[in-house]
C-alpha cells in the first residue's frame, strides 16, 4: 500500500443505542494516488463476545450531498465483552468523501442476534422441547385430547420450526450447536462449558501477547510507551511517510536498525517522534529527512550513518 501523506483521527459524535457503536474513525488519505481509506474503531456495548457484524457507510462530499452508499459486513470473532476494537481490514472509501455515517444492520453475539433493532434469542429454544412449546399440556389436560394429537406431534417433531431452517446469513452462526448441547446430560454441558471457557482464556492471552507486535501499511510496529514504535519496513516506497497514527496508535519511536540498507529517497515525519541510533544506518539512497514536529534522535550522526547522499536532515536535540 503507498505510504499516506495525510492522517486524520475523527472522533464519530453521532451517538445511539445500539449494542456496537462506533467510537470513532481514522482516515488515510494519499493525495499522488488519489486514493482513501479508513480504519473503524467500534465499542461493543454487550456483556458477551461480538463474533460478527454488518453496518451501512454512507460517504458525504464537502457539500454534504450523499456520494456513495455500501454495506460492510465482518462475520469472524471481533472482540470480547464491553471492548472496545478496530476490525483488522480497511474500508476504500471515495477520493471525494468528506465525512461518513455508520448505521449498524445487524450484529451476532454468543447468546444472541441483534438486527435492525429487535434482539434474537435462540440459545434456549431447541428442537427437543419444540413439541412442548407448540402443544403444550397442563398436569390436568385430557388424556383423550392428549392421545388424539400423538400423530400431529410426531409430525412437528419431524419438521423444524421455520426459525431453525438453514438461513444463508453468515451471522446466524451457533444455533445447531445450541440445539446439540442441550441434548446432553446437564453434567457434560457443566464440563463443556468450563473447557470452553479455559480454551478462550488461554486463547485471549496468546492473541494478547502476540499482538504486541504487528504490521501495517508494510510498517513493522510493537507497542511501545503507549503508543507503538517502528521497528522495520517491508514496502517498496521511496518516498516515506511517517504518519501520527498506526493501527490506531500514536507513532513514538523509530527503533535503531528500523530502515537499515533500505533503499528509501526522503522520509517525512509528521509527529513527535524519538530517532534511536543507528535507525537509518547504510541507507545509500537517502538524501532528506523533513520533520516538522518535535523529535530527538539519539546518537547525534549515528542515526544517520554510512548515508553519502543525505543532504537535508533535522538537526538533535
Not at 5 to 20: A, C, F, G, H, L
Not at 113 to 138: A, I, L
Not at 153 to 165: F, L
Not at 253 to 268: E, N, P, Q
Amino acid at each position: 500500500m503507498s505510504s499516506f501523506n495525510t492522517v486524520t483521527k475523527i472522533k464519530y459524535t453521532e451517538r445511539t443505542s445500539e449494542p456496537v457503536t462506533l467510537n470513532e474513525y481514522i482516515v488515510f488519505q494519499d493525495d499522488k494516488a488519489k486514493c482513501k481509506y479508513i480504519v473503524f474503531r467500534f465499542n461493543n456495548n454487550v456483556t458477551q463476545q461480538l463474533l460478527g457484524m454488518q453496518f451501512e457507510v454512507c460517504q458525504y462530499n464537502a457539500e454534504n450531498n450523499l456520494i456513495e452508499k455500501s454495506v460492510v459486513a465482518y462475520n469472524q470473532f471481533l472482540a470480547g465483552a464491553e471492548e472496545e476494537f478496530v476490525p483488522k481490514a480497511k474500508l476504500r472509501v471515495s477520493f471525494a468523501c468528506s465525512s461518513i455515517s455508520v448505521r449498524l444492520i445487524q450484529a451476532a453475539f454468543d447468546r444472541f442476534v441483534w438486527k435492525e433493532g429487535e434482539y434474537t434469542d435462540s440459545t434456549y429454544k431447541f428442537d427437543m422441547f419444540y413439541h412442548d412449546e407448540v402443544n403444550p399440556q397442563g398436569d390436568g389436560a385430557d388424556k383423550k385430547a392428549d392421545k388424539g394429537k400423538k400423530s400431529k406431534d410426531k409430525k412437528a417433531k419431524r419438521e423444524k420450526p421455520e426459525k431453525y431452517k438453514k438461513s444463508k446469513h453468515p451471522f446466524i452462526l451457533r444455533d445447531a450447536t445450541a440445539r446439540n448441547i442441550a441434548k446432553f446430560p446437564k453434567v457434560f454441558n457443566v464440563i463443556a462449558i468450563i473447557l470452553v471457557i479455559a480454551f478462550v482464556g488461554v486463547t485471549m492471552y496468546i492473541f494478547k501477547k502476540d499482538t504486541k507486535k504487528f504490521t501495517e501499511d508494510s510498517y513493522l510496529v510493537r507497542i511501545y510507551d503507549d503508543g507503538v514504535a517502528v521497528y522495520g519496513y517491508t514496502g517498496s516506497d521511496s518516498n516515506l511517510v511517517i504518519p501520527k497514527e498506526l493501527g490506531g496508535y500514536t507513532v513514538k519511536k523509530i527503533d535503531s536498525g528500523a530502515f537499515k540498507d533500505s533503499k528509501i529517497s526522503t522520509v517525512t515525519i509528521n509527529c513527535d517522534i524519538i530517532i534511536a541510533d543507528g535507525a537509518f544506518v547504510n541507507c545509500k539512497n537517502l538524501q532528506a529527512v523533513f520533520a516538522d514536529t518535535k523529535y530527538e534522535i539519539k546518537g547525534n550522526d549515528d542515526a544517520f550513518r554510512n548515508c553519502p547522499k543525505l543532504i537535508i536532515k533535522p538537526s538533535w536535540d
